[in-house]
């Protein structure tokens, strides 16, 4: 249950770049997710709302993009997805493969935020 | 009103990733092997650390240890009278250590003066996968008991390790340990992973252990 730890530094990490837009609130915060980090979205999802209470985020969506785990194949020389963790294989020719380059990811993509107009600022 | 989207393109734990790159650093400036041993709770982490400081200094090594556990200083206690100097991290809650924790509780602590620093992690198998604390070789430790499968059921912690450890060894028959599948289930995982069967009990295995570690130490 370290999802309430992520979910954390998700929210200093959104609120620390909602510095530069004052007054800002934010509407959706995307993430980016690879199978490898055994991170479960419900339960991101449950910590979200408890986290974000009160904040500028307070409302807001989480998206989270879930990432496959693409290794190199050096038998093949090509990047392959792997179709279940419980094997580092590749499913072309069954060769391992540590080569891991998809799968560790564990980002913020982007944020949507609404920003207030500022009055009497020419748009 | 106007939306905006706003690109971030950050890591989640970046300030950790950041903490850990620090000490790697650090450690590497001091020349001591770091290494980060993981499991369930009841693996015998513990045990088998105990024996490896004793066995260390036995040859002269320097050694210290800081363990993680979310209550107690029960293991410090344990691992101190190998002789070697032991801190306990209480996490008071936290599933798992993290590289701000070990920055705290190095203070004062020489680490020129020290060839292995051993990092005991809470007894979990899926958070510290995510955390980063500077180490050079992450250990995952099984024990007979676990059942064959748990590469299987761990595999990003399992995925993420340098080597792995087989604890208790010695009752690896009574419980019916099928030491075959335990070995492809961490091949699967972990392509390559170097594999110690040990018994902190009776010493099996414990050389090739402190032979890997000499080799990496140097």
Redesign the interface.
């Known amino acids: 249950m370290h999802e309430l730890s992520i979910v954390s530094s998700v929210v200093d990490a959104v609120l620390e770049s909602l510095a530069a837009y004052p007054g800002a609130q934010v509407k959706q915060v995307r993430l980016r997710v690879g199978a490898l980090t055994a991170v479960v979205e419900d339960s991101l999802q449950f910590c979200y709302s408890i986290a974000t209470e009160g904040t500028a985020l307070d409302g807001s969506a989480l998206v989270v993009q879930a990432l496959p785990v693409v290794v190199h194949c050096a038998a093949c020389a090509q990047d392959v997805e792997i179709d279940s963790v419980q094997s580092f294989r590749c499913p072309r020719c069954g060769q391992f493969s540590m080569d891991v380059r998809q799968g560790r990811e564990l980002e913020i993509d982007s944020i949507e935020i609404e920003e207030q107009e500022a009055e009497g600022k020419p748009s | 009103?106007?939306?905006?989207?706003?690109?971030?393109?950050?890591?989640?734990?970046?300030?950790?990733d950041e903490l850990a790159a620090g000490l790697r650093g650090r450690f590497s400036a001091a020349g001591v092997l770091v290494l980060n041993l993981v499991s369930s709770p009841g693996t015998g982490k513990t045990e088998f650390l105990q024996r490896t400081l004793e066995e260390l200094r036995k040859s002269g090594a320097r050694t210290a240890a800081l363990v993680g556990d979310l209550e107690t200083d029960n293991d410090a206690r344990r691992l101190a009278t190998s002789g070697a100097p032991v801190r306990q991290i209480n996490t008071h809650g936290?599933?798992?250590l993290?590289a701000e924790m070990i920055g705290r509780h190095l203070e004062g602590w020489d680490l020129a003066a020290l060839d292995y620093l051993f990092i005991e992690n809470v007894g979990n198998l899926?958070?510290p996968?995510?955390?980063d604390l500077g180490e050079k070789i992450r250990v995952v430790l099984l024990s007979v008991t676990e059942g064959e499968d748990k590469p299987?059921k761990?595999?990003?912690?399992f995925?993420?390790a340098d080597a792995a450890v087989i604890t208790k060894m010695d009752i690896a028959e009574a419980v019916g340990f099928e030491r075959e599948a335990a070995i492809r289930n961490m091949?699967?995982?972990?392509?390559?992973i170097r594999i110690f069967e040990t018994s902190a009990k009776t010493g099996l295995g414990m050389a090739e252990w402190l032979a890997y570690l000499a080799a990496r130490g140097t």
């Not at chain 2, 009103?1 to 950790?16: A, D, F, S």
């Not at chain 2, 761990?154 to 912690?157: D, I």
Request: with cysteine.
């Open positions: 009103m106007t939306t905006r989207i706003v690109e971030l393109r950050r890591g989640i734990l970046k300030k950790n936290i599933c798992h993290e899926v958070c996968s995510s955390y299987l761990y595999p990003t912690l995925n993420s091949h699967e995982i972990r392509p390559g």
